[in-house]
């Protein structure tokens, strides 16, 4: 099955500063790279995903890069505002394609 | 006009009883998912069912049973509650059959604490 590896486990960062989180994986048939970011007391929401014929999706201050040869992905946040700080989630389908596997997840903390 | 809305918030309970959570959507998506999410944040898929038929059981103990009167209803019963069942339980739901290229969308879970 898919095996995700998400790191940092934390990240610290200034108010205006950029944050970046990196996910692996290992089934190469995978196609479709969500994340998702998680408030205190709230279930996961998707914030941008990427499908396997693209390199890159933007949106606003958030984007999403993809390395099919290398099997990685990463999410970029810049401008980091307070209300930026939570727990974020990356996921990847495999290639049964009926469930996601999710990364174990990055606690970010911007300090204002 | 809550997408995905599951009861309790909270559960705390004894070892050893039966308990149930219930998941409802209104985004009329096809498939539901019962999420669990340890201390450590982990989050791990137990079942998925696509129009009321199980398509995903990930190895759960069989004192989780979900059950699905309708494809906008997923509930999740356990008997014989254990200290390790201990979690944060979610429900998702997401359009067509499955993960491909589909978000999922989440409730705000289930804390459940066994005593």
């Known amino acids: 099955g898919e095996n995700v590896e998400q790191h940092p486990s934390t990240l610290s960062v200034q108010e205006g500063d950029s944050a970046v989180i990196k996910c692996t994986y290992s089934?190469?048939?995978?196609?479709?790279f969500p994340w998702y970011k998680q408030e205190l007391g709230k279930g996961p929401q998707l914030i941008i995903d990427i499908r396997s014929n693209v390199g890159e999706k933007k949106d606003q201050r958030i984007a999403v890069t993809l390395n099919k040869t290398a099997k990685h992905f990463s999410l970029h946040i810049t401008e980091t505002q307070p209300e930026d700080s939570a727990v974020y989630f990356c996921?990847?389908?495999?290639?049964?394609?009926?469930?996601?596997?999710f990364g174990g997840g990055t606690r970010v903390l911007v300090k204002p | 006009d809550t997408a995905v809305s599951q009861t309790p918030k909270y559960l705390v309970t004894q070892m050893g009883n039966d308990k149930s959570i219930k998941c409802e959507q209104n985004?009329?998506?096809?498939?539901m998912y019962w999420y669990k999410q340890d201390s450590k944040k982990f989050l791990k898929i137990m079942f998925s069912?696509?129009?009321?038929?199980?398509?995903i059981n990930e190895t759960v103990p069989n004192r989780f049973s979900p059950k699905s009167p309708d494809k906008a209803h997923l509930n999740l019963h356990i008997n014989s509650l254990e200290l390790g069942d201990s979690a944060v339980y979610f429900c998702a739901s997401s359009q067509g059959q499955g993960a491909l290229n589909q978000p999922q969308h989440f409730g705000d879970g289930t804390r459940l604490s066994i005593l």
């Open positions: 089934d190469s048939a995978s196609n479709y």
């Open positions: 996921a990847a389908p495999g290639a049964a394609g009926n469930k996601l596997t």
């Open positions: 069912y696509n129009n009321k038929e199980l398509i």
């Open positions: 985004l009329g998506h096809d498939t």
